[in-house]
């Protein structure tokens, strides 16, 4: 069984910039993210690549014994440009370099590293026991349901719930997740099936038993730091 770990970091983060390669912790986000992959190729048959458009980016993952040749296309280096099809060129890429076909690709977001080998373990065992699923991704119980406590503007302008349904409590409304963006396990087939969307008719999912978030904003970088200073992550990173 060949897996491929893909990690991608595009420079141009206009959010948090350079928010690949920022320290928390005293160390750059990246680091982390490469750690996980190393941690899950010590039990599979794994590769791992890196698409990058940033030669800094670059630079810092072969300091952690990430090195790569391939370099992110242009046309996949924008803000409108697509994740799976970023995947999906350097999956192509590989494929051709290493002369093989991949059973499974695993995506670790970088702005979302607060997950451990126990998650990617037990995940990857939900999807493989699963033949008709094409992928899974990590979520966590929503703070907010759509039908229960969250509203859009209807036809009439007037607004009403996003869901319908009757009822009276949260814990009443169905079980509804919150996608953290920490990871995503992808069928080889996932990518023959055109066009391709992350949730589909033959998604699965897994829910993180602890805190996970991503960085959007620099005041979710200083709480992620300020969580994992103190020890307040409740797990081992």
Do not use: W
Request: proline share 4%; aromatic share 12%; glycine share 4%.
């Amino acid at each position: 069984m060949n897996i491929l770990i893909t990690i991608c970091a595009r420079g141009g983060s206009k959010g948090i910039p350079c928010k690949n390669i920022l320290p928390i912790n005293g160390l750059p986000l990246i680091f982390y993210t490469i750690q996980h992959a190393n941690q899950f190729s010590l039990l599979h048959n794994v590769d791992i690549s890196l698409s990058t458009d940033d030669d800094k980016v670059k630079r810092i993952a072969s300091e952690y014994g990430l090195n790569t040749a391939y370099n992110r296309p242009n046309e996949l280096a924008t803000d409108n440009a697509g994740k799976l099809d970023t995947i999906f060129d350097l999956l192509k890429y590989q494929e051709d370099c290493m002369g093989k076909n991949y059973d499974f690709i695993l995506d670790l977001d970088i702005s979302s590293p607060l997950r451990n080998l126990n998650d990617l373990n037990l995940a990857f065992e939900i999807l493989k026991s699963d033949p008709e699923a094409l992928n899974l991704f990590s979520v966590n119980n929503a703070n907010r349901n759509p039908y229960f406590n969250m509203v859009e503007k209807q036809s009439s302008g007037y607004y009403g719930l996003i869901k319908k349904g009757k009822f009276l409590t949260r814990q009443s409304a169905p079980e509804v997740y919150d996608l953290n963006a920490s990871f995503y396990f992808y069928r080889r087939s996932f990518f023959e099936q055109l066009p391709y969307n992350v949730v589909n008719s033959k998604s699965l999912v897994y829910i993180m038993p602890h805190i996970c978030f991503d960085l959007d904003h620099l005041i979710d970088f200083h709480f992620m730091e300020f969580l994992i200073n103190s020890n307040k992550l409740g797990f081992t990173l």
